[in-house]
């Protein structure tokens, strides 16, 4: 039985995963899109994880939040193996420790920000006050507004605010700058970091914008359902001296 350990320099470990796989569909038309991975995240992370399209990077990230099973193999989080929990056990995990950021918003145009935020901060076992939540994003001033009066950048800093109400331990961001323009996707990026910072909520983001890579701690190369490489920056880039 595999544990988390502490990391070389004594952190916990938010993440580690032993010979994981995924393979979709079977004989000649499966697809392997998780070929063996090996992964640690320290707790408290900002990591970046890049790669060609179809690399296998949303399977990694869908199995890690608890949405996905993997083939074979064992994920842990913490301590709990997530590879060994049932459909009640992961539907727990996610409630209570996870956040998602995803490409589309996905707000609900009936509802203003405030009450977007507060939709999913109802459902968590120890939500923050959705107000401090779109403060954090810099939106407390647009919570009366409702998606259609909000631009690209602003909207999906509100779905930041609605994942981080909940108090995730883990956030897990794909493609969160991916409908947005270079100068808007900074102003997300400068949340997800303020969220990183100042909460300690691991965060993982998928992204194409590779320049993403300079403010991560950790940068993770994906390929061919594989790790290739893994960086780790001693020195972080501020969000605001990144451009795409
Ligand atoms: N539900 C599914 N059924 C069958 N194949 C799938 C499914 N989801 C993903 N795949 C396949 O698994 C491989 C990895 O897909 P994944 O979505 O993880 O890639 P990705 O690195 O996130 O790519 P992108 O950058 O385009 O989002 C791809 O070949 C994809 O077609
Ligand atoms: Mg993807």
Not at 108 to 123: C, F, G, K, R, Y
Not at 170 to 183: M, N
């Amino acid at each position: 039985m595999l544990h988390s350990s502490p990391s070389a320099d004594g952190r916990n470990l938010a993440f580690l995963t032993r010979d994981l796989s995924k393979v979709y569909g079977e004989g000649p038309a499966a697809v392997h899109a998780l070929r063996g991975v090996d992964l640690e995240i320290p707790e408290g992370e900002l990591v970046v994880l890049l790669g060609p399209s179809g690399s296998g990077k949303s399977t990694l990230l869908n199995i890690l939040g608890g949405i996905d099973r993997a083939t074979s193999g064992q994920a842990f989080f913490l301590k709990e193996e997530l590879t060994a929990m049932n459909d009640r056990q992961l539907t727990a995990y996610r409630r209570r420790h996870v956040g998602f950021v995803f490409q589309f918003y996905n707000l609900m145009p009936s509802l203003t920000a405030h009450e977007n935020v507060d939709l999913v901060a109802e459902i968590a076992p120890s939500p923050m006050d959705a107000i401090d939540a779109l403060d954090m994003v810099g939106l407390k001033n647009r919570a009366t507004h409702f998606p259609s009066e909000l631009s690209g950048g602003e909207q999906q800093r509100v779905a930041i605010a609605r994942a981080i109400a909940k108090n995730p331990t883990v956030l897990f961001c794909d493609e969160p700058t991916g409908a947005l323009d270079s100068q808007t996707g900074v102003s997300v990026l400068k949340a997800l970091q303020d969220v990183n910072t100042r909460l300690g909520t691991t965060t993982l983001i998928i992204t194409h914008a590779a320049a993403t890579a300079a403010m991560a701690d950790r940068v993770i190369h994906f390929a061919d359902g594989q790790i290739r490489e893994v960086i780790v920056n001693d020195h972080k880039a501020s969000p605001e001296d990144i451009s795409w």
